[in-house]
């Protein structure tokens, strides 16, 4: 079965620090990686995905993420906070072959001025 | 192109109510899915629907809850006898295609439903 783990619940980054949250998944096939962002009584907004390819994605606001296969890992990173950053972000792994799309229980981001 | 629509946003019910929760998918997607966000927790998968089918509700809670996706309108949650621990973020999102065969599609999501039951 798919899961996805995101070690921290919480990150405190300094504004126009970088930035890294945490993400590691398992599944028995070839996974398909997204990032989602969530704001206060808000949905959930996609930020970007890995499909195949190039290892290093880059996503919306600035925010990347690397594939890495050997460490099944899928880690958000950003150069340069913003305080505007400042929000719950989830990690997300499909296996290729199912529907399903699971989701980590989500990291708190602090950007603090 | 408007995206995913749920309604109400907010939604109070007394214990034993029934609740329903809609959800509208963006324009062109025919896969509904249907997440539970509880305080401070991470999305929960409670059931995916096409129209007219279920293909997956392994999410769902055994009793109370139903949930449908009709040829015309939008998917229906469906909470009958709300408890208070039924207390929760609903979230609907929708993709374009059978994501896990025909590609990565992403979901997306909308605003969510708020119940509360007192």
């Known amino acids: 079965a798919q899961s996805v783990a995101q070690p921290e619940d919480q990150v405190n980054v300094a504004e126009g620090n970088p930035l890294t949250v945490k993400c590691t998944y398992s599944v028995s096939g070839n996974p398909y990686l997204f990032w989602y962002v969530q704001y206060p009584n808000r949905g959930l907004q996609f930020l970007l995905k890995?499909?195949?390819?190039?290892?290093l994605v880059k996503g919306s606001y600035g925010f990347e993420a690397e594939f890495n296969k050997s460490q099944t890992s899928f880690h958000l990173k950003k150069p340069s906070a913003l305080v505007s950053d400042s929000a719950l972000y989830f990690c997300?792994?499909?296996?290729?072959?199912?529907?399903?799309?699971?989701f980590g229980k989500g990291t708190r981001l602090h950007i603090l001025p | 192109n408007a995206g995913v629509m749920q309604n109400p946003r907010h939604l109070v019910r007394r214990r034993g109510q029934e609740a329903r929760l809609r959800c509208s998918p963006m324009?062109?997607?025919?896969?509904v899915y249907w997440y539970r966000q509880l305080p401070e927790e991470g999305l929960k998968f409670m059931v995916y629907?096409?129209?007219?089918?279920?293909?997956?509700e392994s999410g769902m809670p055994k009793e109370r809850f139903s949930a449908e996706f009709p040829k015309e309108g939008p998917s229906i949650l469906r909470i009958q006898q709300v408890v208070r621990g039924d207390s929760a973020a609903y979230f609907c999102?929708?993709?374009?295609?059978?994501?896990?065969?025909?590609?990565?599609?992403?979901?997306?999501f909308g605003p969510g439903t708020r119940l509360t039951v007192t």
């Open positions: 629907l096409q129209k007219e089918n279920i293909i997956d």
């Open positions: 999102a929708s993709s374009p295609s059978r994501t896990g065969v025909e590609g990565g599609y992403e979901q997306y």
């Open positions: 997300a792994v499909r296996d290729m072959g199912d529907d399903k799309i699971i």
């Open positions: 890995y499909i195949t390819g190039d290892n």
């Open positions: 324009k062109g997607h025919s896969h």
